[in-house]
């Protein structure tokens, strides 16, 4: 069977490689006409299926001929990227195999879950910051100037993500809030650390940058 820019087929192979019979087809979103033709606008923007039952939710999207309307490829990917929904896209005049339209589906998953954990993570490690950790202890600004340094910032960020990845390995997978609170205890217990071995001179070289080292030396 050869998957093209159609909506009616013979044999549903799309749903059956999705994982759900049930779809909403020709579906209008709340919000996605504003993004593109303008909340003022006349016309309508849809997408040729959402599937709200499989997890994540997904849409796979047929390319109308120009004459039909603009496809506002960008800015479908953004608006459902930004609601957790997988994107789909079938370009006019292309014709995937089941296998391609299989692989693609699969694609924008992976695309959609990378992009989710990353914010994920982003949030867990901007929650934490050095002022929460220093704010109990004893006032101490040169250590402080050397922990606010942006070079010490990213070394305590991309520490924080190499712990959780020697933490997490063969053991159980963790998602969601449960990868962020150990994120988060992860960056807590770096920064301690870290402050612990500004005050005693052995903060080491962290990058090619001397100011940390010149703060430190104060």
């Known amino acids: 069977m050869v998957i093209q820019n159609k909506t009616r087929l013979p044999k549903d192979d799309i749903s059956e490689i999705v994982g759900s019979p049930h779809f909403a087809q020709h579906y209008y979103p709340n919000g996605l006409k504003d993004v ?7 016309d309508m923007v849809s997408v040729s299926r959402y599937y709200m039952h499989v997890k994540p939710p997904l849409v796979v ?4 001929s ?21 994107y789909v896209p079938v370009y006019l005049k292309e014709r995937l195999s089941n296998v391609q339209f299989a692989e693609r589906v699969k694609e924008e998953r992976d695309h959609l879950l990378l992009g989710k954990g990353v914010i994920s993570e ?20 040169t250590v402080e100037d050397v922990l606010k340094h942006p070079t010490t910032q990213k070394h305590i960020n ?3 993500l190499r712990l959780l990845t020697i ?19 992860i960056k807590r217990q770096v920064i301690e650390d870290l402050r612990e071995k ?9 990058s090619r940058d001397p100011q940390p080292a010149v703060v430190a030396g104060g």
């Open 122 to 141: 982003n949030r867990a490690l901007n929650a934490v910051t050095v002022d929460d950790v220093i704010q109990f202890l004893p006032p101490d600004r």
């Open 167 to 185: 933490r997490l390995r063969g053991g159980k997978r963790l998602t969601g809030g449960a990868r962020e609170n150990v994120l988060k205890a």
């Open 158 to 160: 991309d520490e924080s």
């Open 66 to 86: 120009p004459l039909d309307g603009k496809f506002w490829l960008e800015e479908k990917r953004k608006f459902f990227f930004e609601r957790g929904i997988v």
């Open 61 to 64: 999207d047929f390319e109308p």
């Open 198 to 206: 500004v005050k005693r001179g052995r903060m080491g070289s962290i």
């Open 36 to 42: 593109t033709v303008g909340p003022h606008s006349l």
